[in-house]
């Protein structure tokens, strides 16, 4: 983190220099607005604070700190500007136009460490908030049970494949997971139990995809998986794929046929001359899901309505 | 030659307090200052020759300032009154006060010199 000091005076711009480096600050000192500009738009110079006189050529002070509060900075840029002791009227065309505080000159090195030091509190404080909210994002778009994406992650991403498929021309499939059984395997074993086989699955899923392709926990016991740039014979691969994966993690499941846990998947594509809609899609999906279920769960269903179980399809 | 104090063209004390109690930084400083009089004189002087008024007082404005940083009264004092003149338009006021500013940076220059660090 750097202070920058614009100032066009350079007995005025040294004392300052001097003053915060005693106080152990990395400083750059620039004569005028206009260079003050091009340092605080550099992202590596890392300037968090602005000392900037108001009567400086190129570009004076309001007009510097208009260009940063309108710049829409990812840091708080903190503004003290440097003024002439009864030019009260710069004082409030300043605040006005977004300066955080002021100092007079002639200046007093001591009042200046605490005004510089108020302000690094307050940019201090912004990127806390800034790095909290950058978590809190990250948290809203986590199953915080499985550590996938979750629903709402899955509904930004379908909306964005969508619009690519219909601007590149190119299919995706959408892959509906559901765990067979899992009220039972809950009511049987308990919630912990659950979740932990929540857990498993969806570590399995994740290794089982490619690496192009991602994995979301839909609901309770459902996954969605989307698989870019994939068609039917594909997705119907990718889909057996992770049938076969699940049943091969030999999850005890006392409710089923094979005596552990199994899941059902439904298959879908979307194509460029397809309706638009999510809803839509999904719908595809789980209708293909159904199907599976309807077939005797731990097997996989496609969009025409072929299912098919342990790599062999079947038409109904 | 050694300045008496009431040779001082600054508030040494207040100087001092300034550059943190730095001698040779103030020494620095007001070097600078010494230098930077015949300067803006001169361009106070052209702009005073075009009736460019407010330049005069810009200039005045910034002299004044770097004099008050270093606690040299008498020069900011100077200085102001051309940055007064400069606001009124009376700039066939302001030569005499010029020649009074070239006086007190040589005097401001010599003290530098003069300053034991």
Not at chain 1, 96 to 120: N, T, W
Request: hydrophobic share 40%; glycine share 8%; proline share 4%.
């Amino acid at each position: 983190m750097r202070i920058l000091i614009a100032e066009d005076e350079r007995i005025s711009r040294e004392l300052l220099r001097r003053a915060l480096e005693n106080i152990r600050h990395e400083v750059i000192a620039v004569t005028d607005g206009l260079e003050a500009w091009n340092h605080i738009v550099d992202e590596s110079a890392d300037i968090r604070l602005v000392i900037a006189d108001w009567m400086m050529p190129g570009l004076d002070g309001i007009e510097l700190t208009r260009r940063i509060r309108s710049a829409g900075f990812r840091h708080y840029v903190y503004v003290i500007m440097l003024t002439s002791r009864g030019q009260r009227q710069d004082v409030i065309d300043g605040l006005s136009a977004g300066a955080d505080d002021y100092v007079i000159k002639p200046f007093d090195p001591g009042e200046l460490f605490f005004r510089v030091r108020c302000g690094l509190r307050i940019v201090d404080l912004e990127e806390q908030l800034a790095a909290r909210n950058r978590e809190l994002e990250r948290m809203a778009m986590v199953d915080g049970l499985t550590a996938i994406p979750n629903r709402r992650a899955f509904d930004d991403d379908l909306g964005r494949r969508i619009l690519e498929c219909q601007r590149y021309r190119r299919p995706f499939a959408l892959l509906m997971i559901d765990i067979d059984q899992f009220k039972n395997y809950n009511d049987t074993l308990g919630h912990a139990a659950g979740d932990s086989a929540l857990r498993r699955i969806a570590l399995v899923l994740k290794r089982a995809l490619r690496g192009t392709d991602d994995v979301y926990r839909y609901g309770g016991e459902e996954f969605a998986c989307i698989l870019p740039e994939t068609d039917e014979d594909g997705a119907m691969l990718v889909a057996e794929r992770l049938r076969a994966a699940v049943e091969a993690e030999k999850i005890p499941h006392p409710g089923t046929a094979p005596g552990v846990v199994t899941v059902s998947v439904g298959v879908t594509v979307h194509r460029p001359q397809h309706p638009d809609s999510p809803s839509w899609i999904v719908e595809n999906a789980d209708r293909a899901l159904y199907r599976a279920k309807r077939a005797g769960r731990n097997r996989i269903s496609g969009p025409q309505q072929a299912t098919c179980t342990g790599g062999f399809p079947v038409l109904k | 030659m050694i300045e008496t104090m009431s040779d001082c063209p600054l508030d040494l004390e207040e100087a001092l307090a300034r550059t943190g109690g730095d001698r040779q930084f103030l020494r620095e400083l007001l070097e600078m200052l010494g230098e930077d009089v015949p300067q803006r004189v001169a361009a106070i002087r052209e702009a005073v020759a075009r009736s460019d008024a407010e330049t005069v007082r810009s200039e005045a404005h910034t002299l004044k300032g770097a004099a008050a940083n270093l606690a040299a009264g008498r020069l900011a004092e100077l200085s102001l009154g051309v940055e007064e003149r400069g606001r009124a338009g009376t700039l066939d006021e302001v030569e005499p006060l010029l020649a009074s500013i070239e006086r007190e940076g040589e005097r401001i220059a010599r003290f530098a010199r003069s300053l034991p660090t």
